[in-house]
């Protein structure tokens, strides 16, 4: 009985792994990936300048190898939690140590992302920085929408 059990709470505890990968695959899909303020659309609309898009390329090259590398270091650690579940039996020591270290990496990835952001804001303003929000909303609905499945970004790069 005990066996049973536990294999019905590695079942689960993978399952909602595999809903939360899915969730954040999701989400960045939805999120402008890349250098979005040189598309011209999104550049006019929130009227960048030439040295805006020069700090942006500035903050975007501080940044995304840090948040490359934590994004990586993330994956790594969830398959290192992987392993662990898979184990029989489950060494919850270990699990729970691992899950402690995925949590850490995490936030360590928030952080990053946070940070960057905030660069994003100091450079835009605060009433440029909900514009873009306001238009990735819009480009998010359009895709959702109208522009039905696929990469609303090549789709954005045709309509410019």
């Known amino acids: 009985m005990k066996g049973k059990h536990l294999k019905r709470v590695i079942i689960g505890i993978l399952a909602c792994l595999a809903l939360f990968f899915m969730a ?45 590398a934590l994004a990586s270091s993330l ?5 290192k939690l992987e392993v662990i579940l898979e184990g029989n039996p489950v060494d919850q020591t270990a699990l729970n140590n ?28 605060p009433d440029r920085f909900k514009q873009f929000f306001v ?10 929408g109208k522009a039905g499945h696929g990469d609303w970004r090549k789709k954005n790069s045709q309509n410019q």
């Not at 994956?75 to 398959?79: G, P, V």
């Not at 238009?135 to 959702?144: A, C, G, L, V």
């Open 24 to 68: 954040v695959q999701v989400q960045a899909k939805d999120m402008p990936m890349g250098k979005w303020w040189q598309w011209p659309k999104l550049a006019t609309a929130l009227n960048l300048t030439s040295d805006d898009k020069q700090a942006l390329d500035n903050l975007f090259a501080q940044n995304h190898n840090t948040m490359s």
């Open 75 to 79: 994956k790594k650690e969830h398959l």
């Open 98 to 125: 691992q899950f402690s270290q995925v949590e850490a990496v995490k936030q360590n990835l928030d952080n990053a992302h946070l940070q960057y952001m905030l660069g994003v804001r100091n450079i835009l303003g």
């Open 135 to 144: 238009k990735f909303q819009e480009m998010r609905k359009k895709r959702h």
